[in-house]
C-alpha cells in the first residue's frame, strides 16, 4: 500500500511537466559554446510541432536542465533526459517531507510508460501508472491537436539551433507555453510558461547541458517485467522492459504462470479464478529481476 502512496504522491508533486543520484557534469562534453552566428530562416522552413517531436523519440542525446516551477516541485530535483535507440528516460531525484531521498526514473517506449521508484526498500518498485515527471515532447506532442500552435521561428541555445512554437488553448487554461525544440534532434531547449493577460511566469526551464555520451545502461530500468492487477478487470497486466525470454508470474499464493514476451511489450492475462476478495497482489519474476502489484475489491 505505501508505495502505490508514494507513486501517487509523486505523480501529483510532478503534474504538469529520479535519477540514480545526480552526476557531475563533464567539462569536456558541456562545455557552453559561443551562440551561432545568424543564419537566413524562411518561416515555411519551419517544420510542424509534431515532426520535429518525433525526432526526439528517436535521437541519441543526454539533456540537463535547470527547472522553475510550481510550489510543490521544490521537492523534485532537477531533470536530466537520456535518449537511446527509441527509448527515453527521465530521471529526477526526490526529497519527500517524512520520507527523505528517492529517485524517480520515468522509461519511455513507443506507447509504454513505466516509473520506478528506488530509495528503502519499501519504496522501491515500478508501476505502469501514467506520470508526467519530464521536459519530454512526449506529453505535448501527444495531444497536439488539442493545442493552438504557432511557428516563431528560429531561436539558439547551448551554441544550438532550436525552433520556437507557441501552445495556446487546449489543455493549458488561462496561460499559453513558448516552446522552442532542438533544431537537430528534437529535445526540449527551453520553455516558458505565462499566465495569460498578466504575463506572469508559470514555469521556466532551460537546458543547461548537452552531450551524446548515452548508452543503453543508461536507459536500463531496475526490473525486467512489471505486473499490473486490476480486481475490477479480473486480468493482469504484465509489461516487460528491455528484455526477452520467460517471464514467470503468480497471483496470491497460486500457482506459477509463464508468460513469453519481447523486449517492450504488454501480455493482458485472465486471472479471474484467482481474484479474491480483499486485497489481491501479482508477483512477477524475469532476469533475476522481480516486481509485485496489488488491488483491492
Not at 530521471?91 to 531521498?101: C, K, M, S, V, Y
Not at 522552442?180 to 505565462?194: N, P, Q
Amino acid at each position: 500500500m505505501k508505495k502505490l502512496v508514494i507513486l501517487m504522491l509523486l505523480a501529483v508533486i510532478a503534474s504538469g511537466c529520479g535519477s540514480e543520484g545526480s552526476s557531475e557534469p563533464q567539462s569536456d562534453q558541456q562545455t557552453q559554446i559561443p551562440e551561432p552566428e545568424s543564419v537566413e530562416f524562411s518561416p515555411e522552413d519551419q517544420p510542424s510541432f509534431s515532426e520535429l517531436a518525433q525526432k526526439a523519440e528517436n535521437s541519441q542525446y543526454h539533456v540537463e536542465y535547470d527547472y522553475e516551477g510550481p510550489g510543490p516541485l521544490m521537492y523534485i530535483g532537477e531533470p536530466e533526459v537520456f535518449s537511446y535507440n527509441g527509448v527515453r528516460m527521465v530521471a529526477r531525484p526526490g526529497n519527500l517531507p517524512g520520507e527523505g531521498a528517492v529517485s524517480y526514473n520515468v522509461y519511455y517506449k513507443d506507447d509504454i510508460e513505466v516509473g520506478c521508484t528506488e530509495g528503502s526498500e519499501e519504496l522501491s518498485g515500478c508501476n505502469t501508472m501514467p506520470v508526467d515527471v519530464a521536459p519530454s515532447t512526449d506529453h505535448y506532442s501527444d495531444r497536439i491537436e488539442r493545442f493552438n500552435v504557432t511557428q516563431k521561428g528560429l531561436e539558439s541555445k547551448l551554441g544550438r539551433q532550436c525552433f520556437m512554437y507557441r501552445l495556446e488553448g487546449g489543455d493549458f487554461l488561462n496561460s499559453y507555453m513558448d516552446i522552442c525544440l532542438d533544431a537537430e534532434k528534437g529535445f526540449v531547449s527551453f520553455l516558458d510558461m505565462k499566465a495569460d493577460g498578466s504575463g506572469r511566469t508559470v514555469m521556466d526551464m532551460d537546458a543547461t547541458g548537452y552531450d551524446t555520451e548515452v548508452s543503453r545502461e543508461n536507459i536500463r530500468p531496475p526490473v525486467k517485467a512489471v505486473p499490473r492487477i486490476s480486481c475490477f478487470e479480473e486480468t493482469v497486466n504484465i509489461t516487460s522492459t528491455d528484455y526477452s525470454g520467460e517471464v514467470k508470474f503468480h497471483v496470491n499464493d497460486g500457482e506459477n504462470r509463464t508468460v513469453e514476451m519481447s523486449e517492450w511489450s504488454v501480455e493482458t492475462l485472465d486471472v479471474s479464478k484467482d481474484i479474491e476478495e480483499g486485497e489481491n497482489t501479482v508477483k512477477a519474476y524475469a532476469g533475476g529481476s522481480s516486481d509485485s502489484s496489488f488491488c483491492r475489491n
